[in-house]
């Protein structure tokens, strides 16, 4: 699959059908993080990955109400790291959350090729994660990403809307 393919493949499904997790596919993830760019090459995340039956029944509870789609997730992604001295600070700018964010990224469109769903979600107790886990207090736990498979007879939910390219482009100088 070309990366276009993938950018535009890739959604964030909320109907989601089991599907085996395998090693390959885990190494597969694992090395689109580990190969995502970083500041100084940092690497500032880390990913817990939850794939056995038992504890993904036990991480239901973490999730928030709205969230209960998540409930057939096939596997679990907890994504967390230290602290912000982990990766460069630049005067004001930070930048462990940003690299964070493209190692996800990477992630997410590695799904879409292998035919999975990866869907990044805010809506979880931390407080909870910790007490079924061994991530510390210290430990920023930023972002859980839920994996499947979109049943191929589901109803396609539409892409939720967009920006336009003219609310966030500007070519040659900012606009107001
Ligand atoms: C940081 C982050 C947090 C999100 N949290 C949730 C969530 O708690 N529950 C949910 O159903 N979707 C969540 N989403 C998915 C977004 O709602 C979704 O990506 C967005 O609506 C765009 O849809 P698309 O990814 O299918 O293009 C989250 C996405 C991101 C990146």
Redesign the pocket.
Known sequence: MKVQEAIEK?????ILENTEITDEILDKLTKAAQLSPSCYNNQPWRILFIRSKERLAEFKQVL?K??D??FAASMIAVVFFTKKEDDCVIHDRKYYLFDTGIAVGQMLLQATELGLVA??????SPQKIRKITNIPEDYKII?MIIFGKHPQKAEE?A??PRKDFSEFRYLEDYKK
């Open positions: 890739r959604r964030a499904y909320s928030t709205g969230n789609w998540a869907h990044p979600i805010a809506g979880y972002a939910e892409r939720p």
